[in-house]
């Protein structure tokens, strides 16, 4: 990068990116800077839980209401390629193919743009079935050139926007789960709390925060009780906000 800019220091790269860089080339910087290791059924007891309590919503008779139709609302944030959501997707129709008749969308996010093109595409190399049960792979589609592809279906459960974690949110909620793991690894403690407590703010009532296996919060001062390995509930009396 600094030779293309024809920069001879990361000091001249740093003075560019405050004062001179285009938002096409801050993006570039933000992409290149990213980190994206991710893989389908990543920390799985995490999907076993979601599953779990998906299946008491579906059964509750007070389920939240969207033009009619009962409303599930998940987000995952910092989505890298998009194995987390689409694994959300494959998970939950699998159990529950009634969500078909749901108001029932996954919000994808993530800083870096390139990931998000990637994840839109939702085509991953076959190799990435390593690992799986036969009844996970057979959620696939093979494409025939080495490829698999998500199916249409589970691509259509998906919005997938640009979003910096640190910067304004432009939704409301309620979300019935959010997923955010191994991305506050990367921020000091004190935005790391804050990112917390707005998780907080946009989770419906019994709802379920899942962080990775290398982050940790102090639960109970952000609004949250921990009920399993990562997972945290949110606590009632926790100010949420309303449906949108």
Same mark, same amino acid.
């Given at each position: 990068?600094?030779?293309? $800019?024809?920069?001879?220091s990361?000091?001249?790269?740093?003075?560019?990116?405050?004062?001179?860089?285009?938002?096409?080339? %801050?993006?570039?910087?933000?992409?290149?800077?990213?980190?994206?290791?991710?893989?389908?059924?990543?920390?799985?007891?995490?999907?076993?839980?979601?599953?779990?309590q998906?299946? %008491?919503?579906i059964?509750?008779?007070?389920?939240?209401?969207?033009?009619? &139709?009962?409303?599930?609302?998940?987000?995952?944030?910092?989505?890298?390629?998009?194995?987390?959501?689409?694994?959300?997707?494959?998970c939950?129709?699998?159990?529950?193919?009634?969500?078909?008749?749901? #108001?029932?969308?996954?919000?994808?996010?993530?800083? #870096?743009?390139?990931? $998000?093109?990637?994840?839109a595409?939702?085509i991953?190399?076959?190799? #990435?079935?390593?690992?799986?049960?036969?009844?996970?792979?057979?959620?696939?589609?093979?494409v025939?050139d080495?490829?698999?592809?998500?199916?249409?279906?589970?691509?259509?459960?998906?919005?997938?926007?640009?979003?910096?974690?640190?910067?304004?949110?432009?939704? &409301?909620?309620?979300?019935?789960?959010?997923f955010?793991?191994?991305?506050t690894?990367?921020f000091?403690?004190?935005?790391?709390?804050?990112?917390?407590?707005?998780?907080?703010?946009?989770?419906?009532?019994?709802?379920?925060?899942?962080?990775?296996?290398?982050?940790?919060?102090r639960?109970?001062?952000?609004?949250?009780? $921990?009920?399993?390995?990562?997972?945290? &509930?949110?606590?009632s009396?926790?100010?949420?906000?309303?449906?949108?």
């Amino acid at each position: 990068m600094l030779k293309l $800019l024809e920069l001879t220091s990361f000091d001249e790269y740093v003075d560019f990116l405050d004062h001179k860089a285009s938002a096409k080339e %801050q993006q570039e910087f933000v992409n290149a800077l990213t980190t994206n290791l991710t893989r389908f059924y990543r920390e799985n007891h995490h999907f076993e839980h979601l599953v779990k309590q998906v299946g %008491q919503i579906i059964a509750s008779p007070n389920q939240l209401r969207s033009n009619g &139709k009962p409303r599930l609302r998940i987000w995952s944030a910092g989505c890298s390629t998009g194995q987390e959501p689409y694994t959300i997707a494959m998970c939950l129709m699998q159990h529950y193919p009634q969500l078909k008749n749901w #108001d029932f969308r996954i919000l994808a996010t993530d800083v #870096d743009t390139q990931v $998000l093109g990637k994840a839109a595409r939702a085509i991953y190399p076959e190799a #990435d079935l390593e690992g799986l049960s036969a009844n996970q792979a057979k959620m696939f589609e093979r494409v025939g050139d080495g490829t698999i592809r998500v199916p249409a279906n589970l691509r259509n459960l998906m919005t997938f926007k640009p979003l910096n974690l640190m910067k304004n949110w432009p939704f &409301k909620g309620p979300f019935d789960a959010i997923f955010c793991r191994n991305v506050t690894i990367y921020f000091d403690k004190p935005t790391q709390t804050k990112v917390f407590e707005r998780f907080a703010q946009l989770l419906g009532d019994e709802g379920y925060l899942y962080i990775g296996h290398s982050e940790n919060m102090r639960a109970e001062t952000i609004g949250f009780s $921990l009920c399993g390995k990562t997972i945290y &509930k949110r606590m009632s009396g926790t100010k949420g906000r309303v449906a949108a």
